[in-house]
T-cell receptor, first 114, second 114 residues
Framework: GENVEQHPSTLSVQEGDSAVIKCTYS??????FPWYKQELGKRPQLIID?????GEKKDQRIAVTLNKTAKHFSLHITETQPEDSAVYFC?????????????FGQGTILTVHP | EAQVTQNPRYLITVTGKKLTVTCSQN?????MSWYRQDPGLGLRQIYY???????DKGDVPEGYKVSRKEKRNFPLILESPSPNQTSLYFC?????????????FGPGTRLLVL
């Protein structure tokens, strides 16, 4: 089955700096890659996603890039703010299994220091 | 308000005592899933369902059962809970409509098995 590796497991930055989280996946047939943010004590919420026919997608301060050849995708957060502190999860979806079946990475704890 | 609800939110039980965690969604979503979240392991899918009476195993199905008799409900059953099932559980729902495919997560159920 699909396997998703996420790095780093923890990331500490100063307010205003950029943060980058990377994920690799094993199944070259995977074609949908969402990112979730989970604040302390809350449920995961989708923040951005990308499909395999697109190389990059941006939404204000966050962006996601995808390299299908290398089978990795990354989350970029610019001008970080303390409220960006949370656990971030990447995920991958294989076609044929429907969007009901996600394989998640292990998560990255992002801390943004004021 | 569109939402996924879970009950109970917190549960302490003893080994071997059958329990059920309920999940309900009001968005008429076809897909529903159960995940468990453990430190350092991310979110792992237990079971998923693509529609009424259609369920399939996720990555960690051992020790769990599910049923999907109605579209809105997807209960998780632990017939004989064991301490290694102590975890944070999330139910999620989604739709195959690519315009609205976000996975909506419930608030989570924290389970402690003694």
């Amino acid at each position: 089955g699909e396997n998703v590796e996420q790095h780093p497991s923890t990331l500490s930055v100063q307010e205003g700096d950029s943060a980058v989280i990377k994920c690799t996946y094993s199944d070259s047939a995977s074609n949908y890659f969402p990112w979730y943010k989970q604040e302390l004590g809350k449920r995961p919420q989708l923040i951005i996603d990308i499909r395999s026919n697109v190389g990059e997608k941006k939404d204000q301060r966050i962006a996601v890039t995808l390299n299908k050849t290398a089978k990795h995708f990354s989350l970029h957060i610019t001008e970080t703010q303390p409220e960006d502190s949370a656990v971030y999860f990447c995920a991958a979806v294989r076609p044929g299994t429907s969007y009901g079946k996600l394989t998640f990475g292990q998560g990255t704890i992002l801390t943004v220091h004021p | 308000e569109a939402q996924v609800t879970q009950n109970p939110r917190y549960l302490i039980t003893v080994t071997g005592k059958k329990l059920t965690v309920t999940c309900s969604q009001n968005m008429n979503h076809e897909y529903m899933s159960w995940y468990r979240q453990d430190p350092g392991l991310g979110l792992r899918q237990i079971y998923y369902s693509m529609n009424v009476e259609v369920t399939d195993k996720g990555d960690v199905p051992e020790g769990y059962k599910v049923s999907r008799k109605e579209k809105r409900n997807f209960p998780l059953i632990l017939e004989s809970p064991s301490p290694n099932q102590t975890s944070l559980y999330f139910c999620a729902s989604s739709t195959p409509d690519r315009r609205r495919e976000t996975q909506y997560f419930g608030p989570g159920t924290r389970l402690l098995v003694l």
